[in-house]
């Protein structure tokens, strides 16, 4: 025997932090030949057989520790050489595989230098489970950060979750523990058993595990991420050289689990969703879909807010490869695909990354730090340099994989303070006293530069609901460089004003007016999502007041002012037809809704009118952002609840005038100022019959004559339908204003 009764008991107790330095061949101290070690507690037998030259030896172990350690001399050889281990288990059966110990580590000094660095933005292709060819042998590499454990193993069903059989070794002062395993492929399943720090030992699913068993069961498996042939060439290209500020955004948000369903227990899958998702899109015109979060979580309530595989679409609806193929889909007609992202926080799931090596590796140790208190989970230490990288590969990876359009932040509000939804006493300041989290500031601003250069023309969109500055500056100015902004105040204000009886409305229309006063502060989106129509709210249509009349025609007049109204539009699905409950999770929307009378179907195709002609119309997305894009005709008419303005392009080429008539009165004669003479035609009317309206209008259109109104030489004398909105343009416009090209 060679080694010592140290490094010996070392191998058997399974506590050596590099096996492969005592595991494997080895030359001779004296340069006589080889020696080779293998720990296989299972084998009966064990012999070492040349892999390619057959002059060399083959040559049988002996076994020196009742755990499983054998170990054989070969004389003659001067150096190592590739090698088989030839098996024998207790039964006769015989198996042979090359040695997981024979190999050099898959991570090269530079990757690990990076990442320790915060800076290997695609580590996704060095951690986790890789599949790889080393010397003509398929296999998997298995790397994971573990720095504070004292041994990490990979085990799965094919060494019957054995953590002896393949530990892993520890690549110097990196915390990254490694191994490749051959022969192991495609649809493995495996798990890290760690020894921690306080020397438990615990089996921890991969933090880069590309695919997961269904749950409740948590396995990660070895999957291969780069099989699917991509046919979205043009929609990228198209993507990366498109001025985001300037085009059409309008976006159907969608939980994937309870959009359709194929019975009351089983969800359409990706491929599945795929086709009917892309028709329903264009046939309502809207250019992009938001999911609720792809990323893996074990808890289906949590809608995939409370993430446990971050690098993993979740399995409940398929594969990976099911899932790049509805993206490209999408794709290929046209539509943007985003996806909710959450850095924010991770759940406590103990078989996940909360105290990952048995100290809190990924979040922080104190909880007026590392706890959110809403939510019960865990906030990321945003000041590790490996955690940071964690999370920005990880918005990558998303781009990169899957191809993803935009990536909506949640809850950036609870990264930006440090004392959000806590106490005096439950928080740490920061280094200036502040209740700023400088980390989370600096990552923030470092993913979206990361994110903006490496991926042309993906969009990062913020949730954040407080008067942060310059939310969506770039960080050169200041600012946290996020794309857009979620609106929440002007969706808070205007949900305020809609639920209003009409007449009361008259001492609220600040309410519709203030968004203004701020709109040039941030790129905004104006949002009406998932958050409004669930935990008591009611849905969108519950909470018009009124006579089912009066509430569908309330219904249509706010979607109408949302997509006239400067910004990009965010609308969850069912609100497209005025779902009557709330949002429930585990069923589908209610679609025979469309069938039960004009109302539901009016809305719905309202919405599609109003789609087309956002897109048909520059105005309505060219200058969302520009000053000269909009202006007040008249937001001073309180007494009756009308607000009129306009949405123009820089060059007027594109012109529309917006009227709202905000109570149940029909209005004749009433008089709009216009900034230029002609006929204006009226393009949209919330009360027309086909949309379930009363029908009432102005007959096509209006003539602009005297007398002077509104500081306009000209005016029209309308017809204001009740709780209705109205869309006119110059005629002289009609035919000139170029439809978007989709992508």
Partial sequence: ??????????????????????????????????????FVPWASKVEAAPAHDRKLPTFQLKKIHDAGIFEGVAKGPKSVYAYDLVLTDSEGRQHRQRDPYSFLPSLGETDIYLFSQGNERRIYDKLGAQLREYDGVKGTSFAVWAPNARRVSVVGSFNGWDGRCHAMRLLGSSGIWEIFIPNLGEGTLYKYEVHDARG????????????????????????????????????????????????????????????????A??????????????????????THVELLPVAEHAFYPSWGYQVTGFFAPTSRYGTPDDFQYLVDELHQAGIGVLMDWVPAHFPRDEWALAQFDGTALFEHEDPRQGAHQDWGTLI????????????????????????????????????????????????????????????????????NHVVHT????????????????????????????????????????????????????????????????????????????HDEVVHGKGSLIRRM?????????????????????????????????????????????DWSLLQAGPYHAGVQEFVRQLNHLYQREPALWETDFDPEGFFWVDCTDHANSVLSFVRQTKDHRSRLLV????????????????????????????????????????????????????????????????????????????????????G
Avoid at 217 to 236: E, F, M, Q, Y
């Fill in 1 to 38: 025997m060679i080694l010592t009764p140290a490094e010996l008991d070392s191998l058997a107790g399974v506590i050596h932090q590099s096996p492969h330095q005592l595991l494997g061949m080895h030359p001779l101290g004296d340069g006589s030949g080889v020696v080779v070690r293998a």
């Fill in 380 to 447: 990321f230490n945003f000041g590790r340099h490996e955690v940071r990288n964690f999370l920005t590969a990880n918005a990558l990876f998303w781009c990169d994989r899957y191809h993803i359009d935009g990536l909506r932040v949640d809850a950036v509000a609870s990264m930006l303070y440090l004392d959000y939804s806590r106490k005096e006493g439950e928080w740490v300041p920061n280094e200036h006293g502040g209740r700023e989290n400088l980390q989370a500031v600096e990552f923030l601003k470092h993913f």
């Fill in 454 to 529: 490496e991926a042309p023309g993906v969009a990062t969109i913020a949730e954040e609901s407080t008067a942060w500055p310059m939310v969506s500056r770039p960080p050169y100015l200041g600012g946290l460089g996020f794309s857009l902004k979620w609106n929440m105040g002007w969706m808070h204000d205007t949900l305020n004003y809609f639920k209003r009886e009409p007449i009361h409305r008259q001492f609220h229309q600040n309410d519709l007016t203030f968004a203004m006063l701020y709109q040039g502060h941030e790129n905004f989106v104006l949002p009406l999502s």
């Fill in 200 to 263: 438990r030992i615990s089996l921890k699913t991969d933090p880069f595990g590309f695919l997961f068993e269904l749950p409740p069961k948590t396995s990660s498996i070895v999957w291969n991420t780069r099989k699917h042939s991509w046919s979205d060439s043009a929609w990228l290209k198209a993507r990366a050289s498109k001025d985001l500020l300037r085009s059409p955004m309008s976006v159907y948000e969608l939980h994937l689990g309870s959009w359709r369903k194929k019975n």
């Fill in 265 to 286: 227990f089983e969800s359409l899958s990706y491929r599945e969703m795929a086709a009917p998702l892309r028709d329903y899109l264009l046939k309502m015109g809207f």
């Fill in 659 to 742: 009227v709202l008539n905000l109570t149940p009165v029909l209005r004749t004669g009433y008089r709009v100022g216009v900034p230029e003479p002609g006929r204006w035609l009226e393009l949209c009317n919330s009360d027309a019959a086909g949309v379930g309206g009363s029908n009432q209008g102005n007959l096509g259109g209006a003539n602009a004559t005297g007398p002077a109104c509104h500081g306009h030489s000209q005016s029209l004398e309308l017809t204001l339908p009740p709780l209705s909105i109205l869309v006119f343009a110059p005629e002289r416009t009609q035919g000139k204003a170029a439809a978007p090209r989709r």
């Fill in 545 to 589: 007041p009124g006579d089912d009349w009066q509430r569908f025609a309330n219904l249509r007049t706010l979607l109408g002012y949302q997509w006239l109204f400067p910004g990009k539009k965010l609308l969850f699905m069912g609100g497209e037809f005025g779902q009557s409950n709330e949002w429930n999770a585990n069923a589908e929307l």
